[in-house]
């Protein structure tokens, strides 16, 4: 499991920019961002290289942050390699509440699965020869 940095954000202009800037600024990296939206805010979730750090940089400048738990998997980037991972999960009947994915380095990609049963998940993950990884693997 890794944390992810979740952040309420106001649907207003430039309120993304001044967020992005205070992680910059603080020399947080983000390794990937994601944004749902609704009419009045969205909700920010990030994996960043310190998402402690990046939670109370945020804080501290008003914005409305939080540290969520969250299952990062190696995937291969191949066609068909994350139907194979939520296929091994419906098996194991793991519910997925949301996912995102950004691609990593060597023929990888990084699935971000918020689920419901993490130690389900986990055989799931292993049954197929897929690894999760920790917060030092990004």
């Not at 939080?66 to 190696?74: G, N, P």
């Amino acid at each position: 499991m890794i944390d992810q940095l979740t952040v309420f954000l106001e649907n207003k202009k430039g309120r993304l920019a001044a967020l992005c800037r205070a992680l910059g600024d603080a020399g947080i990296s983000m390794h990937a961002l994601t944004i749902a939206d609704t009419e009045r805010y969205g909700v920010v979730r990030i994996i960043a290289d310190n998402p402690t750090k990046a939670q109370s940089v945020l804080s501290e400048q008003g914005f409305r942050a939080s540290l969520t738990k969250v299952l990062a998997v190696e995937v291969p980037d191949v066609p068909g390699g994350l139907a194979q991972l939520l296929e091994a999960f419906e098996l194991a009947d793991v519910n997925i509440e949301y996912a995102y994915c950004f691609s990593a380095a060597d023929g990888k990609a990084i699935d971000v699965i918020r689920i419901d049963d993490n130690e389900a998940a986990e055989a799931a993950i292993q049954s197929i020869g897929y690894r999760a990884i920790a917060s030092e693997g990004l």
